[in-house]
C-alpha cells in the first residue's frame, strides 16, 4: 500500500483528508468502520465486496464504492482476484452532490483522474517539504471529481427520465380509452403530479393532460368517420362517460360537434 502524506490544511471548498492505492491480498478487509469525511475508491482492477448496512455490492474495475461521513461499511477482497484500487478521501464546503447518496459510481469515465494520483504519487510525495503541493495537487483532483461525477449522473439521469416519459407516453397511447387521469400516470412512474406532468411536457412537448385529450378525441373522430360509430359510442370507445363533456372538448379541438364532424365527412 502507499498513501499520500497531508497535513488537513482545512483547504476551501475541496479539502483533502487522505489518498492512495493499494494491490489488495486476498481476502484483505477492512471494517465495519465509519468515517468522518468522504471516501471514494476506485477499482482499478480485480473483484470484491462492499457493504453498506444491508444492501452487498459484487464490483469490479471501473467501479467506485462511496464511503460518506458517519455511515458504517465493510470491504473484502476477492479470495481469487483481489482488487487493485486508488482512493481519496475529502470534505466538503456545503451540500454532498447527489450522485455521492449512490453506493455505487460507474467511473470508468473518470478513470484519468484516480490514475493521476497513482502516477503522480512519487512526485507528490517525495520531499515535498511543507509547501502544500500535495494538498493543492488532492484539492484540484477532488474539484475535477465532483464537477465531473455530478455531470455524468445528471446527463445519465436526464437520459432515464427521457425513457420514462416516452414510456408514458406509450401507456397513454395503449390505455387512452380506460378511466385514465393524469394523477393515476404519475402514481404509475411513482412521481409526483406536478413534477410528473413537467418532466412530461419537457420530453414529449405538451402536458400529459393535452395529449390524453388529444388521443382520445383523434380516435374518437375516427370511429365517427371510419367506422360508423355514433358520437355516444365513439365517446364511451375512447373513454368519456360523460357525452356532453366529449361534445365540449370534441367542438373545441374541431370546431363543430361530433354529430357535424361526421355528417361532414
Known amino acids: 500500500m502507499q ?4 497535513q488537513n490544511r482545512h483547504l476551501p471548498l475541496c479539502n483533502p483528508i487522505n489518498a492512495g492505492y493499494e494491490a489488495c491480498q486476498p481476502n484483505h478487509a477492512y ?3 465509519a468515517r468522518s469525511y468522504l471516501l471514494l475508491h476506485y477499482i482499478e482492477r480485480g473483484k470484491g465486496t462492499f457493504c453498506r ?3 452487498t455490492y459484487t464490483l469490479s474495475a471501473g467501479m467506485c464504492f462511496v464511503i460518506r461521513p458517519g455511515e458504517i461499511t465493510y470491504y473484502r477482497a476477492d479470495a481469487d ?10 470534505t466538503m464546503d456545503g451540500s454532498m452532490p447527489d450522485c455521492f447518496r449512490e453506493d455505487v459510481l460507474h467511473a470508468k469515465p473518470l478513470e484519468d483522474l484516480f490514475l493521476s494520483m497513482k502516477n503522480n504519487f512519487a512526485y507528490y510525495n517525495g520531499d515535498a517539504g511543507d509547501n502544500g503541493r500535495r494538498e493543492a495537487f488532492l484539492c484540484g483532483i477532488a474539484a475535477e471529481m465532483v464537477a465531473r461525477f455530478s455531470l455524468l449522473y445528471a446527463k445519465q439521469s436526464q437520459t432515464k427520465m427521457e425513457s420514462e416519459m416516452r414510456i408514458a407516453k406509450n401507456y397513454i397511447d395503449t390505455k387512452y380509452a380506460s378511466p385514465l387521469t393524469v394523477g393515476d400516470l404519475a402514481k404509475e412512474f411513482h412521481l409526483e403530479r406536478t413534477y410528473f406532468s413537467r418532466c412530461f411536457k419537457e420530453v414529449i412537448g405538451t402536458s400529459p393532460q ?30 368519456y362517460e360523460d357525452i356532453c363533456l366529449f361534445s365540449k372538448m370534441f367542438k373545441r379541438r374541431y370546431g363543430v360537434s361530433p354529430r357535424e364532424y361526421k355528417q361532414n365527412r
Open 31 to 33: 471494517g465495519p468502520t
Open 3 to 6: 498513501s499520500y502524506h497531508l
Open 81 to 90: 482476484e483481489p482488487w487493485e484500487y486508488i482512493w481519496i478521501g475529502f
Open 210 to 239: 393535452a395529449y390524453l385529450v388529444g388521443k382520445r378525441l383523434s380516435a374518437a373522430a375516427a370511429l365517427l368517420c371510419d367506422h360508423g360509430f355514433t358520437p355516444t359510442q365513439a365517446a364511451n370507445a375512447v373513454g
Open 53 to 55: 448496512g444491508e444492501n
